[in-house]
């Protein structure tokens, strides 16, 4: 295994855990405990996660802590892609499409370039370079604004621009989803920056995998029933899907085999 795959994996695991031994993470990964040490020191100074004696845990303030486009996109790269799989089937030509910042978005983007004619506007400096670099037939609108670690851009430029807008469908990444805050960002300027692409839409899509389950920011973008509909993937936890089945207008789990396919046609 790779060195990014066994950084997603540890993420993903600190995420699950809050806190992961050294030896489990060896045993789980099939590699030495050196090598284990060495990846948690790579990702203790990413910021990814936080080394603590025989182990790692989330970042302190985890709240606020907001990771970089980079660290975030080699995480769970199949499910990413499958969940955007799953979004690419309900776009059509002609339709005014929204889409936040955010690595599975970003997944979104690179389908939606190969596909029909669209009007897209994003607040992501990476998903407009998508549609410029793919030489997509569609039309990008990017907001302006603040641009955030994640590589959103945010703030009263970004709101201003939005709140000029009509959106057919809106596709919204978000940090965590909890059952008490909803859906939450570390960046409070983000949150208000997708509060307005929220109303600016007919219809909104949250794109979320199971890792974000209990996970918070400190901001919160809306409650769990403003959704209109949110895709993860078959990895969400039973207790997850019982409560977001009664919350959100609809819950979709993205098939795990749609994962390939989406790679492929990215």
Known sequence: MLAPARHAAIIAEVQRERIVRVADLAQMLGVSLMTVRRDIDALDAAGAVE????????????????????????QLQEEKAA??????????????????????????ARLLCA???ITVVTNSVRIADVFH??????????????RTPSD?????????ALKQLHLDVLFLGVHGVDTDAGFTTPNV?????????????RRVVVLADHTKWGTFGISTIAGLEEADELISDEGLPGEARRILSDRVG???????GSAAAAVEAG
């Open 189 to 201: 300027l983000e949150a208000e920056t997708d509060r307005a692409f929220m109303a600016a839409a």
């Open 51 to 74: 080394k603590i004696h025989g182990g790692a845990k989330l970042p302190g303030g985890a709240s606020t802590h907001e990771p970089g486009f980079e660290l975030k996109v080699t």
């Open 133 to 146: 670099q793919g030489s997509s037939p569609s039309a990008v609108i990017l907001t302006g604004g603040e």
């Open 250 to 256: 609809r819950l979709r789990l993205a098939p795990a």
């Open 115 to 117: 596909g029909p004619r």
């Open 83 to 108: 969940i955007a799989q799953e979004a690419a089937a309900q776009v059509r030509e002609g339709m005014a499409v929204g889409l936040s910042a955010g690595t599975t978005t970003w997944a979104l």
């Open 152 to 160: 959103a851009l945010v703030g009263p430029l970004a709101t201003s």
